[in-house]
T-cell receptor, first 118, second 111 residues
Framework: NAGVTQTPKFRILKIGQSMTLQCTQD?????MYWYRQDPGMGLKLIYY???????DKGEVPNGYNVSRSTTEDFPLRLELAAPSQTSVYFC?????????????????FGSGTRLTVV | KNEVEQSPQNLTAQEGEFITINCSYS?????LHWLQQHPGGGIVSLFM???GKKKHGRLIATINIQEKHSSLHITASHPRDSAVYIC?????????????FGTGTLLAVQP
């Protein structure tokens, strides 16, 4: 069972470069999320998606873009890398059944991408 | 003030000790997660709770919705339990089903 797969695991970028963090899930989850984790801080939501073709901003979206062309894939794009984007990035997914309230709130996380911008 | 507070921030225990990590939150929630993160590693969901108590092996999680408080207990702790334990709540006030995270408790279990 693959679950949520993130690539790459590590990356060093120069200021101003761009890159895409890949995230794929094979559980047919409708909700997908990107979080960043900074030292001493709780994870913060960057972007999320409730289904293919639908994305929205989270708490810290500046400097990032996302797309959700399929249920499985939710890539995160950094256009002009800045040192403030040095962080560990986690992709996560969950399956919410509309109308069933608290059903299926379980989360599955990817293994993380450690990004350094120099 | 953070919406999710954990205590203690750091905890050192001897192998075999009973461990308790606490989580308090100030927002309305649908459910609460306890997560485990090993150094340099990914995040694994240990429990998802919306009421009462759950047990898995040596791990027990409880939640009191009225008091907005949850605890994670580890019985007969072992060095392999050393990790960061994170409390995260599912905020019930929006459509995102997003998690709001505590800053984590760093647990070190010494042999």
């Amino acid at each position: 069972n693959a679950g949520v797969t993130q690539t790459p695991k590590f990356r060093i970028l120069k200021i101003g470069q761009s890159m895409t963090l890949q995230c794929t899930q094979d559980m047919n989850h409708n909700y997908m999320y990107w979080y960043r984790q900074d030292p001493g801080m709780g994870l913060k939501l960057i972007y999320y998606s409730v289904g293919a073709g639908i994305t929205d901003k989270g708490e810290v979206p500046n400097g990032y873009n996302v797309s959700r062309s399929t249920t499985e894939d939710f890539p995160l794009r950094l256009e002009l890398a800045a040192p403030s984007q040095t962080s560990v990035y986690f992709c996560a997914s969950s399956r919410i059944i509309p109308g069933q309230g608290r059903a299926n709130y379980g989360y599955t996380f990817g293994s993380g991408t450690r990004l350094t911008v120099v | 003030k953070n919406e999710v507070e954990q205590s203690p921030q750091n905890l050192t225990a001897q192998e075999g000790e009973f461990i308790t990590i606490n989580c308090s939150y100030s927002v309305g929630i649908s459910a609460l997660h306890w997560l485990q993160q090993h150094p340099g590693g990914g995040i694994v969901s240990l429990f998802m709770l919306s009421s009462g108590k759950k047990k898995h092996g040596r791990l027990i999680a409880t939640i009191n919705i009225q008091e907005k408080h949850s605890s994670l207990h580890i019985t007969a702790s072992h060095p392999r339990d050393s990790a960061v334990y994170i409390c995260a709540v599912i905020y019930s006030g929006g459509a995102t089903n997003k998690l709001i995270f505590g800053t984590g408790t760093l647990l070190a279990v010494q042999p």
